[in-house]
């Protein structure tokens, strides 16, 4: 045995697992496959081995003319292999040769006695047996036979066989020997019956076609000649000719459509024997719960009829395997007769019982995941049925995990605890949270502490954003950690806010160390959560010190529910249709919207009531993150259950889905919309922010969520596997380039990554069936639930969407007359603890699409509304950028079109934001930029980045086949769900869905007609997306060289734990939540690429820019034209290091927009040498 090779068997990466004797060398670690038709997307063919075969070796970059030439190739061996076998056909016996050679050899054979039983076994006589001519062959057994006939070797000295097995003839209509079938002994799960073969010779007929058996009975009198039975296999309809005195035709796997020739012929000859027409199909058992089967008596009884025959179906009921087949059955007279139809109608509904039984036991898995995801199965410490939770009389040197519904005390029960201790940490999701329940149990909120702290040690509030500024070693001196609406609060952890500046391993640590200071000094840590869970305990548990004890504390007590009116309807709409009705009849409202934009977000909602019943704009409250900073939103929900006592409508984001408290009986309905950020979890928590239980709450849910994790999965160990095959494969392509880069290992059985993949498969299970888990929760929640039908009419439709026009539009144009902030403010407000101002909010997001976009795209920029009115600059940018959205599709343009090393760098870069900090790294925070470039370079993308041609549907198909082939590893790395069926995936559509993913627009216009011809599109890039996007690369490329290193251009993790602020690209807590790009620069960060690399990379990236003419640079920092040509003349003369270093000293201090108007007279070439002589001046 040759121990240089592995055995892949059922792991093959080239085919999948598609054949089961793949191997590797273990050597050179090429993968030897046989499947010709593989087109594996990380592997390339080298070549051939001597048996035939295919070599691949791993490759990361596989280009178009590559996967080309290789379909080439499995199309020329495909066309050779067609060609080889018509070869050998016409080599083939003839029938009468078969027919003597067969018998000749079977002349040297016998049939053991063991064998003999068997048949006897199955009803047949030893008459009947010694006229079957059965045979028993074994391994290695020597005859006197033809070289050339199947089954024995070259020399006709052995029979090729691979284990002891029944010889079974197969005659034709005239009792002629045309082959034979191998009963397999001992099967071994890989099916009875093989048909003989030695290399290339093999059963077939010269016509190409497998024999099929003709079986009569061997006695000559009552033969039944009312039909021709028709039979699966070969020995089977012997046996039943014996049986039942009646003649069959059998075929191997019921595939008589496969011989057609054949089975045509013996019907005729048969048809004319026996003086009949009618043909009976004789099903196996289990055959009509078999769609392979089934589709080959399809094809049967379809061929019969289109030659004259009437077919009918032999049925005695044989739906399952465990049915006797035709052989087996003892009474003739069971047998009753249907139609092909009736078959197909007992098949069909066979399958579709088989669909319900699976979609039952998928459902049973998925429920039974649910309950592992929510429930919380640990032993309490302690069992409490009380309306007023009690946690005065905890011992310390424990975690206490409390367990109790909404409206029972939680937060009052921590009131006269505080006092017992001199430290305390509270840490909340959310501001608005954190300062109203400080309040409440007499703590400080962290900006209003004063500088000397707090007599008698720290008591803070804070978000768990800001824990790592915090010391863990107060808590040492009697401490108390306290964490209310945990569930909230650790998904929190998992958010965007919490990774700014790549923070996320530091804030995980100091958690860890916050509860081990706690735990030590004889502390507490308690956490409490309505929802409080497994996942919970273990979490805290695994970041405990080792032995500390974990209590559970179970309230079972459950208060009155309230009346819920749970719409079923498609939209929200018609909410807002019973919205406006209560506020008519004088019935003050509030309202809970999960989105804050967006046409059925809260914002448009306050709006479209304000514009129905402008006399109430006064009485109409919104809380959002946009308002949350406001001085008066503040005061509003320091003092809500006063305040609120003159508010008609209150309408909310999820800003406060918990922690607020409105017990004053103003709000006589609460509505809540859910279209499908929040979970279930957090939508009940939101209702029940109005405590009285007599209030009405009319709630509406989509039936999916929006925010999905990772790729969906609702089992946590998918999840993981998801996040590793996408890092690992990603690190192939880093490493690949050479790349400086150490993988992540013990990451992955973190924790902490442990406890993400759970909480983001419970979201998934909740987003998947949004809509019932609400119900359902509500209902377990002891609120009465009725479900009510709900239509809308079309002016509400209409007025929501024009409100949400209306806001974006003013919002566009108030980011336009915002203040463009330098470095350093911008700098203070995105870190500053103090929530943010509506204006300052303004002033950053205007800051941010400058440095996002460049001044010359924001000046191109055009936006045409509805109405026909363009707007333009900063307005237009801002409609533009949808919060982001634009920037994440331009950003794949650029490193679509750029070197490799630039998108090696964003990976490795945000490794390292997260490494610099010391503690680790998160690997669901790690970017897999490189695999994604990778991906669309692949499936040859960037082959298609050319303004003004055009290309027609068969231009895209090899990138569509690609797509097809390798749609496991599409999904993953662009999340892109490419079907099998070529008729939904066709080449046109991939090439759009790929065009819309970075930022291009296509336009298309029809070929003229053709007669005979199918009509077709022509496709091209359109010219303003194209000049955007080239702009947007410019401005990439001018930062890099002005500013003496690369751009760091961050992409948020999706931020399900807020899920508003990310979905909804918000400001808020002080911190930008966006998937828009920021530029990040870090002195420890060095460059990946070599000044070659990267001097190639820029004239490779400006070669593909639109030139840019000095006017068309607008702002040059109080720079003259004059000045501007100077600069750039002393840029040009530079022609060594020195002199290099000198001219970029030179510009240094300079402005972005001076620097970006000098640049732009510079050519590539100069740019890319300039840039090679700093760096090497630089050491």
Same mark, same amino acid.
């Given at each position: 045995?040759?121990?240089?090779?592995?055995?892949?068997?059922?792991?093959?990466?080239?085919?999948?697992?598609?054949?089961?004797?793949?191997?590797?060398?273990?050597?050179?670690?090429?993968?030897?496959?046989?499947? %010709?038709?593989?087109?594996?997307?990380?592997?390339?063919?080298?070549?051939?081995?001597? /048996?035939?075969?295919?070599?691949?070796?791993?490759?990361?970059?596989?280009?178009?003319?590559?996967?080309?030439?290789?379909?080439?190739? *499995?199309?020329?061996?495909?066309?050779?292999?067609?060609?080889?076998?018509?070869?050998?056909?016409?080599?083939?016996?003839?029938?009468?040769?078969?027919?003597?050679?067969?018998?000749?050899?079977?002349?040297?054979?016998? =049939?053991?006695?063991?064998?003999?039983?068997?048949?006897?076994?199955?009803?047949?006589?030893?008459?009947?047996?010694?006229?079957?001519?059965?045979?028993?062959?074994?391994?290695?057994?020597?005859?006197?036979?033809?070289?050339?006939?199947?089954?024995?070797?070259?020399?006709? /000295?052995?029979?090729?066989?691979?284990?002891?097995?029944?010889?079974?003839?197969?005659?034709?209509?005239? !009792?002629?020997?045309?082959?034979?079938?191998?009963?397999?002994?001992?099967?071994?799960?890989?099916?009875?019956?093989?048909?003989?073969?030695?290399?290339?010779?093999?059963?077939?007929?010269? !016509?190409?076609?497998?024999?099929?058996?003709?079986?009569?009975?061997?006695?000559?009198?009552?033969?039944?000649?009312?039909?021709?039975?028709?039979?699966?296999?070969?020995?089977?309809?012997?046996?039943?000719?014996?049986?039942?005195?009646?003649?069959?035709?059998?075929?191997?796997?019921?595939?008589?459509?496969?011989?057609?020739?054949?089975?045509?012929?013996?019907?005729?000859?048969?048809?004319? @024997?026996?003086?009949?027409?009618?043909?009976?199909?004789?099903?196996?058992?289990?055959?009509?719960?078999?769609?392979?089967?089934?589709?080959?008596?399809?094809?049967?009884?379809?061929?019969?009829?289109?030659?004259?025959?009437? $077919?009918?179906?032999?049925?005695?009921?044989?739906?399952?395997?465990?049915?006797?087949?035709?052989?087996?059955?003892?009474?003739?007279?069971?047998?009753?007769?249907?139609?092909?139809?009736?078959?197909?109608?007992?098949?069909?509904?066979?399958?579709?019982?088989?669909?319900?039984?699976?979609?039952?036991?998928?459902?049973?898995?998925?429920?039974?995941?649910?309950?592992?995801?929510?429930?919380?199965?640990?032993?309490?410490?302690?069992?409490?049925?009380?309306?007023?939770?009690?946690?005065?009389?905890?011992?310390?040197?424990?975690?206490? *995990?409390?367990?109790?519904?909404?409206?029972?005390?939680?937060?009052?029960?921590?009131?006269?605890?505080?006092?017992?201790? !001199?430290?305390?940490?509270?840490?909340?999701?959310?501001?608005?949270?954190?300062?109203?329940?400080?309040?409440?149990?007499?703590?400080?909120?962290?900006?209003?502490?004063?500088?000397?702290?707090?007599?008698?040690?720290?008591?803070?509030?804070?978000?768990?954003?800001?824990?790592?500024?915090?010391?863990?070693?107060?808590?040492?001196?009697?401490?108390?950690?306290?964490?209310?609406?945990?569930?909230?609060?650790?998904?929190? =952890?998992?958010?965007?806010?919490?990774?700014?500046?790549?923070?996320?391993?530091?804030?995980?640590?100091?958690?860890?160390?916050?509860?081990?200071?706690?735990?030590?000094?004889?502390?507490?840590?308690?956490?409490?959560?309505?929802?409080?869970?497994?996942?919970?305990?273990?979490?805290?548990?695994?970041?405990?010190? +080792?032995?500390?004890?974990?209590?559970?504390?179970?309230?079972?007590?459950?208060?009155?529910?309230?009346?819920? %009116?749970?719409?079923?309807?498609?939209?929200?709409?018609?909410?807002?249709?019973?919205?406006?009705?209560?506020?008519?009849?004088?019935?003050?409202?509030?309202?809970?919207?999960?989105?804050?934009?967006?046409?059925?977000?809260?914002?448009?909602?306050?709006?479209?009531?304000?514009?129905?019943?402008?006399?109430?704009? !006064?009485?109409?409250?919104?809380?959002?993150?946009?308002?949350?900073?406001?001085?008066?939103?503040?005061?509003?929900?320091?003092?809500?259950?006063?305040?609120?006592?003159?508010?008609?409508?209150?309408?909310?984001?999820?800003?406060?889905?918990?922690?607020?408290?409105?017990?004053?009986?103003?709000?006589?309905?609460?509505?809540?919309?859910?279209?499908?950020?929040?979970?279930?979890?957090?939508?009940?928590?939101?209702?029940?922010?109005?405590?009285?239980?007599?209030?009405?709450?009319?709630?509406?849910? %989509? @039936?999916?969520?929006?925010?999905?994790?990772?790729?969906?999965?609702?089992?946590?160990?998918?999840?993981?596997?998801?996040?590793?095959?996408?890092?690992?494969?990603?690190?192939?392509?880093?490493?690949?380039?050479?790349?400086?880069?150490?993988?992540?290992?013990?990451?992955?059985?973190?924790?902490?990554?442990?406890?993400?993949?759970?909480?983001?498969?419970?979201?998934?299970?909740? &987003?998947?069936?949004?809509?019932?888990?609400?119900?359902?929760?509500?209902?377990?929640?002891?609120?009465?639930?009725?479900? $009510?039908?709900? &239509?809308?009419?079309?002016?509400?439709?209409?007025?929501?969407?024009?409100?949400?026009?209306?806001? @974006?539009?003013?919002?566009?144009?108030?980011?336009?007359?915002?203040?463009?902030?330098?470095?350093?403010? =911008?700098?203070?407000?995105?870190?500053?603890?103090?929530?943010?101002?509506?204006?300052?909010?303004?002033?950053?997001?205007?800051?941010?699409?400058?440095?996002?976009?460049?001044?010359?795209?924001?000046?191109?920029?055009?936006?045409?509304?509805?109405?026909?009115?363009?707007?333009?600059?900063?307005?237009?940018?801002?409609?533009?950028?949808?919060?982001?959205?634009?920037?994440?599709?331009?950003?794949?343009?650029?490193?679509?079109?750029?070197?490799?090393?630039?998108?090696?760098?964003?990976?490795?870069?945000?490794?390292?934001?997260?490494?610099? /900090?010391?503690?680790?790294?998160?690997?669901?925070?790690?970017?897999? /930029?490189?695999?994604?470039?990778?991906?669309?370079?692949?499936?040859?993308?960037?082959?298609?980045?050319?303004?003004?041609?055009?290309?027609?549907?068969?231009?895209?198909?090899?990138?569509?086949?690609?797509?097809?082939?390798?749609?496991?590893?599409?999904?993953?790395?662009?999340?892109?769900?490419?079907?099998?069926?070529?008729?939904?995936?066709?080449? %046109?559509? $991939?090439?759009?869905?790929?065009?819309?993913?970075?930022?291009?627009?296509?336009?298309?216009?029809?070929?003229?007609?053709?007669?005979?011809?199918?009509?077709?599109?022509?496709?091209?890039i359109e010219l303003t997306s194209w000049h955007y996007a080239q702009l947007y690369v410019q401005h990439q490329t001018s930062e890099v060289v002005a500013q003496d290193e690369e751009v760091e251009v961050s992409q948020s993790t999706p931020n399900w734990i807020t899920p508003p602020s990310t979905y909804i690209y918000e400001t808020m807590g002080g911190v930008i939540q966006s998937q828009m790009? +920021?530029?990040?620069?870090?002195?420890?960060?060095?460059?990946?690429?070599?000044?070659?690399?990267?001097?190639?990379?820029?004239?490779?990236?400006?070669?593909?820019?639109?030139?840019?003419?000095?006017?068309?640079?607008s702002a040059t920092g109080g720079l003259t034209q004059e000045d501007v040509v100077g600069f750039a003349e002393y840029l040009m003369i530079a022609n060594c290091p020195e002199l290099a270093t000198?001219?970029?000293? &030179?510009?240094?201090?300079?402005?972005?927009?001076?620097?970006?108007?000098?640049?732009?007279?510079?050519?590539?070439?100069?740019?890319?040498?300039?840039?090679?002589?700093?760096?090497?001046?630089?050491?």
């Open positions: 045995m040759n121990t240089s090779f592995k055995a892949l068997k059922g792991s093959c990466p080239v085919c999948s697992g598609a054949r089961k004797d793949c191997r590797q060398n273990t050597v050179n670690n090429l993968i030897h496959c046989r499947d %010709s038709e593989a087109s594996p997307v990380d592997y390339r063919l080298v070549g051939e081995d001597a /048996h035939g075969f295919s070599m691949w070796a791993e490759s990361a970059r596989e280009d178009q003319s590559d996967w080309q030439a290789r379909q080439e190739r *499995v199309e020329q061996k495909r066309q050779q292999r067609k060609e080889e076998e018509a070869r050998r056909n016409q080599q083939q016996l003839s029938i009468e040769e078969r027919d003597r050679l067969t018998r000749h050899l079977l002349k040297q054979l016998y =049939l053991h006695d063991d064998q003999r039983q068997n048949l006897r076994d199955r009803g047949l006589s030893d008459a009947q047996i010694d006229s079957g001519m059965f045979r028993t062959i074994k391994p290695g057994q020597g005859v006197e036979g033809s070289p050339r006939l199947f089954g024995l070797d070259f020399q006709g /000295h052995y029979i090729a066989v691979a284990s002891r097995s029944i010889l079974c003839p197969i005659w034709d209509t005239k !009792n002629r020997i045309i082959g034979w079938q191998n009963r397999l002994d001992d099967p071994q799960d890989q099916g009875k019956y093989r048909w003989p073969s030695f290399k290339e010779k093999t059963v077939h007929l010269q !016509n190409g076609e497998l024999p099929i058996t003709c079986a009569r009975p061997i006695s000559k009198e009552g033969i039944d000649c009312t039909s021709i039975n028709l039979s699966e296999g070969n020995l089977k309809p012997f046996i039943a000719a014996q049986k039942l005195n009646q003649l069959f035709v059998g075929a191997s796997g019921a595939n008589f459509a496969g011989s057609q020739e054949q089975f045509k012929q013996y019907l005729e000859e048969l048809s004319a @024997e026996l003086e009949t027409k009618l043909v009976t199909l004789c099903p196996d058992g289990g055959a009509a719960q078999n769609p392979h089967v089934m589709g080959q008596y399809q094809k049967t009884w379809e061929l019969c009829r289109a030659w004259g025959y009437q $077919v009918r179906v032999a049925w005695w009921g044989q739906i399952t395997k465990d049915s006797p087949d035709i052989d087996e059955l003892e009474d003739a007279s069971a047998i009753a007769f249907i139609t092909p139809e009736q078959l197909w109608d007992i098949f069909l509904q066979g399958q579709q019982r088989k669909r319900e039984e699976k979609e039952a036991e998928r459902l049973a898995i998925e429920e039974a995941n649910w309950v592992k995801l929510t429930a919380l199965t640990r032993v309490p410490w302690r069992v409490v049925n009380t309306p007023d939770l009690n946690l005065d009389d905890l011992p310390g040197g424990a975690v206490y *995990v409390v367990k109790s519904a909404k409206g029972t005390g939680k937060t009052e029960s921590l009131t006269p605890i505080t006092p017992q201790h !001199n430290n305390i940490y509270a840490l909340f999701a959310r501001i608005a949270l954190g300062r109203e329940e400080c309040q409440r149990i007499g703590i400080t909120w962290h900006t209003d502490l004063t500088r000397g702290g707090t007599a008698g040690g720290l008591k803070a509030g804070f978000c768990i954003d800001s824990a790592h500024t915090f010391s863990p070693r107060n808590l040492k001196n009697n401490g108390l950690l306290i964490a209310d609406e945990v569930l909230q609060l650790l998904t929190h =952890l998992f958010g965007d806010t919490c990774n700014k500046g790549g923070k996320r391993p530091l804030i995980l640590a100091a958690l860890q160390a916050m509860i081990g200071a706690t735990i030590v000094g004889g502390g507490k840590v308690v956490a409490m959560d309505a929802d409080a869970n497994d996942l919970i305990c273990d979490y805290l548990e695994q970041l405990a010190p +080792e032995g500390t004890p974990l209590r559970v504390i179970r309230n079972d007590y459950q208060p009155e529910g309230y009346p819920v %009116s749970f719409l079923d309807s498609d939209t929200p709409d018609a909410v807002v249709d019973e919205l406006l009705m209560a506020l008519e009849a004088g019935e003050p409202s509030f309202v809970i919207d999960d989105c804050k934009n967006g046409v059925r977000g809260c914002k448009s909602i306050a709006e479209y009531v304000r514009r129905v019943h402008p006399e109430w704009a !006064n009485q109409i409250v919104e809380i959002n993150s946009d308002t949350t900073g406001d001085p008066a939103i503040i005061d509003y929900l320091t003092n809500i259950n006063q305040a609120s006592k003159d508010t008609l409508l209150l309408c909310c984001s999820p800003s406060v889905t918990s922690g607020i408290s409105i017990v004053n009986n103003r709000f006589q309905k609460v509505f809540g919309v859910f279209n499908g950020i929040l979970t279930d979890a957090d939508a009940a928590q939101a209702l029940g922010r109005v405590r009285p239980k007599d209030v009405e709450r009319i709630v509406w849910a %989509s @039936e999916e969520g929006l925010i999905m994790v990772g790729d969906g999965s609702i089992f946590p160990e998918d999840l993981k596997a998801y996040y590793q095959r996408n890092y690992e494969a990603n690190c192939k392509h880093i490493l690949g380039f050479g790349t400086q880069y150490n993988p992540i290992t013990d990451e992955w059985d973190s924790p902490h990554f442990d406890l993400y993949c759970k909480l983001s498969a419970y979201r998934n299970a909740s &987003m998947k069936d949004l809509r019932r888990r609400l119900e359902e929760r509500l209902r377990a929640e002891n609120n009465d639930v009725t479900i $009510v039908a709900a &239509m809308c009419g079309d002016d509400t439709k209409a007025g929501l969407k024009e409100s949400w026009q209306r806001i @974006e539009l003013a919002h566009a144009q108030a980011v336009a007359n915002a203040t463009i902030l330098n470095d350093e403010r =911008l700098k203070a407000l995105e870190e500053s603890n103090k929530p943010l101002t509506p204006q300052e909010k303004l002033d950053i997001e205007k800051t941010w699409l400058l440095k996002n976009y460049g001044q010359p795209l924001i000046d191109a920029i055009q936006h045409e509304l509805e109405d026909g009115t363009v707007l333009t600059g900063y307005q237009a940018m801002c409609l533009k950028d949808d919060r982001g959205r634009y920037k994440a599709k331009l950003d794949n343009f650029y490193l679509l079109a750029s070197d490799e090393s630039v998108a090696i760098a964003k990976d490795v870069k945000a490794a390292q934001r997260q490494q610099e /900090h010391g503690r680790g790294v998160c690997p669901q925070d790690l970017r897999i /930029h490189t695999r994604r470039r990778q991906c669309r370079q692949y499936l040859g993308l960037d082959k298609f980045l050319k303004l003004g041609e055009e290309w027609t549907p068969q231009d895209f198909w090899a990138m569509a086949q690609k797509a097809r082939d390798n749609a496991p590893h599409v999904k993953d790395a662009l999340n892109l769900s490419i079907p099998a069926d070529p008729k939904q995936s066709t080449g %046109s559509w $991939v090439f759009e869905l790929l065009m819309e993913q970075i930022g291009l627009d296509i336009s298309k216009h029809w070929a003229p007609r053709v007669e005979g011809q199918t009509r077709f599109k022509y496709r091209q790009a +920021e530029t990040t620069t870090s002195p420890d960060t060095q460059s990946l690429a070599t000044p070659e690399q990267l001097s190639q990379s820029l004239a490779q990236d400006v070669d593909n820019q639109v030139p840019m003419s000095p006017d068309e640079v000198a001219a970029f000293g &030179m510009i240094r201090d300079l402005c972005q927009q001076a620097k970006q108007a000098i640049w732009a007279l510079i050519p590539s070439e100069k740019r890319a040498e300039l840039w090679h002589w700093k760096r090497a001046a630089a050491g």
